[in-house]
Nanobody
Framework: QVQLVESGGGLVQAGGSLRLSCATS????????MGWYRQARQAPGNQREL??????????NYVDSVQGRFTISRDIAKNTLYLQMNSLKPEDTAVYYC??????????????WGQGTQVTVSS
């Protein structure tokens, strides 16, 4: 059974940093594209946005709005996915989730969502 447990969120001032963690079970990192999504309260239709992904070969990709500020990584031994977030902006405020992508070209999540972790950036 796949489990996804996000942590590390909090309240931070603009320009600050946070490191999110996603502890997983039942997922083989070397066979799956992993990603961090976020859901902002004001997002159209309250949709989740994929902000970063990492492939089994550790190729990474980011949405333009976080490029150069966020870094996705993983620790296979710990079955944990990370998102280092630097130079945070108020528009980064959202609930952040991790999940397995159905494929590199299909950003739909493969599994049910975890509880997420709230990131709030004050101006």
């Amino acid at each position: 059974q796949v489990q996804l447990v996000e942590s590390g969120g909090g309240l931070v001032q603009a320009g600050g940093s946070l490191r999110l963690s996603c502890a997983t079970s039942g997922i083989i990192f070397s066979r799956n594209v992993m990603g961090w999504y976020r859901q902002a309260r004001q997002a159209p239709g309250n949709q989740r946005e994929l902000v970063a992904l990492i492939t089994p070969g550790t190729i990474t990709n980011y949405v333009d709005s976080v490029q150069g500020r966020f870094t996705i990584s993983r620790d296979i031994a710990k079955n944990t996915l990370y998102l280092q977030m630097n130079s945070l902006k108020p528009e980064d405020t959202a609930v952040y989730y991790c999940n397995v992508l159905r494929s590199y070209n299909n950003y739909s999540p493969a599994y049910s969502w975890g509880q997420g972790t709230q990131v709030t950036v004050s101006s």
